[in-house]
């Protein structure tokens, strides 16, 4: 099978690049470079230069780790979960790499942007426990939803939101609180008389305008109680007033947009809707109504359809034509052109220029020219990065001037500090991130786990 797309799902699920510096140094796996189907798991690459012969998927990734496998905080390292949801490498601390994949943060760890277990995510973006009944709920986030809910509290008063028990069935209600299965409403509809009432099943009659009226695993669409997210052939939508209900696999085929079919995501020439990013299987695009993989060289491209070989050449951002890379000293507007590692240097493809060579954009705005590895542009000139105690002006706090380190407030160049070290996020200080440890705290370096 050959890996040819934008992070190619080559056997079925996910992985992930093993090797940060392999993927910077040779784009990740190489276009036209088959997949080591011999090994069993599943992977992703990154495709979009030349291949070189043979080389293997394996080479460039690995199979993605399953929940609670360890992990060591590599990009994608975790596989995808069955429903959809994402898993994270967590840390047992945050100056070390060693971790589990997990659907959850615990409480006490940095959020990692995972819904955390048992508690909330609080202002330091570290995971808190939920606050016990009658405590104070500032961002509305503080109480255990199994429980509780956030509001006003029960006598009425306005002193602030406080988590409150939830509301029985049959007791009176406002907009919210009700316990799990039954939902703040009223018989005739309106804002009024209302009370926590049981939800509904599948198939029953509903009304979008009221949150959770359909038991669990159910929303309601186009005045129905439907499973969500919908099976293939089912209703599915979003809908102005009626809800908005998506489809588990494929995607939604609307003729009007209004209420559609939930169908199958299309195969290679299959006929597609560009506006429907599902419309066509995950290693395929949607370009010009039918359903493509990368171009080979010669045939039609634009911005969404990769080319197998070469580059798109659509620099007004029509379509355009794939076209081979040019080689070394051959004419270029644009780096893209270049066969890798070349980019284009003063309108000829060509090594990276190194300390001493010019550097910088040209007239044309096509023009990207840097440097290479271990030098920066400044001032027009190339000029290598600076050893730690070396002079330094940086234009912006996001330019890299110093070797293995950042430029201090001082104008000289510093090694990064070790993690664990207290840091200012302001600064670049740290050479991974500058994060709250558990529980807050000044920010402290984390490990470079990649």
């Given at each position: 099978?050959?890996?040819?797309?934008?992070?190619?799902?080559?056997?079925?699920?996910?992985?992930?690049?093993?090797?940060?510096?392999?993927?910077?140094?040779?784009?990740?796996?190489?276009?036209?470079?088959?997949?080591?189907?011999?090994?069993?798991?599943?992977?992703?690459?990154?495709?979009?230069?030349?291949?070189?012969?043979?080389?293997?998927?394996?080479?460039?990734?690995?199979?993605?780790?399953?929940?609670?496998?360890?992990?060591?905080?590599?990009?994608?390292?975790?596989?995808?979960?069955?429903?959809?949801?994402?898993?994270?490498?967590?840390?047992?601390?945050?100056?070390?790499?060693?971790?589990?994949?997990?659907?959850?943060?615990?409480?006490?760890?940095?959020?990692?942007?995972?819904?955390?277990?048992?508690?909330?995510?609080?202002?330091?973006?570290?995971?808190?426990?939920?606050?016990?009944?009658?405590?104070?709920?500032?961002?509305?986030?503080?109480?255990?939803?199994?429980?509780?809910?956030?509001?006003?509290?029960?006598?009425?008063?306005?002193?602030?939101?406080?988590?409150?028990?939830?509301?029985?069935?049959?007791?009176?209600?406002?907009?919210?609180?009700?316990?799990?299965?039954?939902?703040?409403?009223?018989?005739?509809?309106?804002?009024?008389?209302?009370?926590?009432?049981?939800?509904?099943?599948?198939?029953?009659?509903?009304?979008?305008?009221?949150?959770?009226?359909?038991?669990?695993?159910?929303?309601?669409?186009?005045?129905?109680?439907?499973?969500?997210?919908?099976?293939?052939?089912?209703?599915?939508?979003?809908?102005?007033?009626?809800?908005?209900?998506?489809?588990?696999?494929?995607?939604?085929?609307?003729?009007?947009?209004?209420?559609?079919?939930?169908?199958?995501?299309?195969?290679?020439?299959?006929?597609?809707?560009?506006?429907?990013?599902?419309?066509?299987?995950?290693?395929?695009?949607?370009?010009?109504?039918?359903?493509?993989?990368?171009?080979?060289?010669?045939?039609?491209?634009?911005?969404?359809?990769?080319?197998?070989h070469g580059y798109c050449d659509n620099f007004d951002g029509g379509i355009g034509t794939c076209t081979a890379s040019v080689a070394s000293g051959s004419p270029c507007i644009a780096s893209a052109q270049c066969a890798f590692p070349l980019m284009c240097v003063a309108g000829n493809c060509a090594a990276p220029p190194v300390s001493g060579h010019p550097c910088?954009?040209?007239?044309?705005?096509?023009?990207?020219?840097?440097?290479?590895?271990?030098?920066?542009?400044?001032?027009?000139?190339?000029?290598?990065?600076?050893?730690?105690?070396?002079?330094?002006?940086?234009?912006?706090?996001?330019?890299?001037?110093?070797?293995?380190?950042?430029?201090?407030?001082?104008?000289?160049?510093?090694?990064?500090?070790?993690?664990?070290?207290?840091?200012?996020?302001?600064?670049?200080?740290?050479?991974?991130?500058?994060?709250?440890?558990?529980?807050?705290?000044?920010?402290?370096?984390?490990?470079?786990?990649?």
């Amino acid at each position: 099978m050959a890996c040819s797309n934008w992070w190619l799902d080559c056997d079925g699920g996910s992985g992930y690049l093993f090797n940060s510096a392999f993927a910077q140094d040779c784009k990740g796996l190489l276009t036209g470079a088959t997949c080591d189907e011999s090994t069993t798991g599943v992977f992703y690459a990154i495709v979009g230069i030349e291949p070189d012969a043979g080389t293997p998927c394996a080479w460039a990734v690995q199979p993605g780790v399953e929940l609670g496998g360890s992990c060591d905080h590599q990009y994608g390292e975790c596989k995808p979960l069955v429903d959809g949801g994402s898993a994270q490498c967590v840390a047992t601390s945050p100056i070390t790499c060693g971790g589990t994949c997990s659907a959850f943060a615990p409480v006490g760890s940095a959020c990692y942007g995972l819904p955390c277990a048992n508690g909330y995510c609080d202002s330091t973006q570290t995971c808190a426990a939920f606050a016990a009944l009658g405590s104070p709920c500032p961002t509305f986030n503080e109480c255990d939803p199994s429980t509780s809910y956030c509001g006003a509290p029960p006598d009425g008063g306005f002193s602030g939101d406080y988590c409150n028990p939830l509301i029985p069935a049959g007791s009176a209600c406002q907009f919210e609180g009700c316990e799990q299965g039954t939902y703040c409403g009223s018989a005739d509809g309106g804002s009024f008389n209302r009370t926590c009432t049981p939800a509904t099943g599948a198939g029953s009659a509903c009304s979008a305008a009221y949150s959770g009226n359909c038991t669990s695993g159910l929303t309601c669409f186009d005045g129905t109680c439907q499973t969500d997210p919908a099976p293939s052939g089912a209703p599915c939508g979003n809908l102005v007033v009626g809800g908005y209900l998506p489809c588990a696999q494929g995607w939604c085929s609307s003729a009007d947009g209004g209420v559609g079919t939930c169908v199958a995501s299309g195969g290679p020439g299959a006929s597609c809707d560009s506006t429907q990013f599902s419309s066509c299987v995950e290693s395929l695009t949607c370009f010009q109504g039918h359903c493509t993989g990368p171009a080979t060289n010669g045939s039609p491209c634009d911005n969404t359809v990769s080319c197998a070989h070469g580059y798109c050449d659509n620099f007004d951002g029509g379509i355009g034509t794939c076209t081979a890379s040019v080689a070394s000293g051959s004419p270029c507007i644009a780096s893209a052109q270049c066969a890798f590692p070349l980019m284009c240097v003063a309108g000829n493809c060509a090594a990276p220029p190194v300390s001493g060579h010019p550097c910088g954009l040209p007239s044309s705005a096509f023009f990207d020219q840097g440097c290479a590895l271990g030098d920066y542009c400044s001032a027009g000139q190339c000029v290598a990065e600076g050893a730690a105690g070396a002079a330094c002006t940086a234009s912006n706090p996001d330019q890299t001037v110093c070797l293995n380190g950042y430029c201090d407030p001082t104008g000289h160049c510093a090694s990064y500090l070790q993690p664990g070290q207290t840091c200012d996020p302001t600064q670049h200080q740290c050479g991974s991130l500058c994060w709250p440890p558990p529980g807050g705290g000044s920010p402290v370096c984390t490990a470079t786990c990649d």
